[in-house]
Nanobody, 130 residues
Framework: QVHLVESGGGSVQAGGSLTLSCAVS????????MAWFRQAPGMRREGVAA????????RYADSVKGRFTISRDDAKNTVYLQMNSLKPEDTAMYYC???????????????????????WGQGTQVTVSS
């Protein structure tokens, strides 16, 4: 059974950094899209960062470009989201997600729309205070 477990969330001051981890089991890194999403109360779920495991193609939301980095450690079967220069507007529940049968891969990049991803973690809360 595919299981994604996020960790690393917490409360930080604006300008600080956090690294989120997504431990993956029952799912092999191959030609798939992995992504991080976030959702704040009353807001739609937003794609933050995604990568295609086939060639490490990455895509970031404009709001996080230059600040967030998605990566993976195959040996640890873990996906990471390094978040730097955090802002209060980054406050949200962050979710790790994976697609099924490369559903999110369009041939050039991974879609960052929630509907393209089939497997989800429980989320980890990130709170950034000013």
């Amino acid at each position: 059974q595919v299981h994604l477990v996020e960790s690393g969330g917490g409360s930080v001051q604006a300008g600080g950094s956090l690294t989120l981890s997504c431990a993956v089991s029952g799912y092999t890194f191959s030609s798939n899209c992995m992504a991080w999403f976030r959702q704040a109360p009353g807001m739609r779920r937003e794609g933050v960062a995604a990568f295609y495991t086939g060639d490490d193609t990455t895509r970031y939301a404009d709001s996080v470009k230059g600040r967030f980095t998605i990566s993976r450690d195959d040996a640890k079967n873990t996906v990471y989201l390094q978040m730097n220069s955090l802002k209060p507007e980054d406050t949200a529940m962050y979710y790790c997600a994976a697609d099924s049968s490369t559903a999110a891969w369009n041939g050039r990049y991974c879609y960052t729309e929630p509907d393209y991803f089939n497997y989800w973690g429980q989320g980890t809360q990130v709170t950034v205070s000013s």
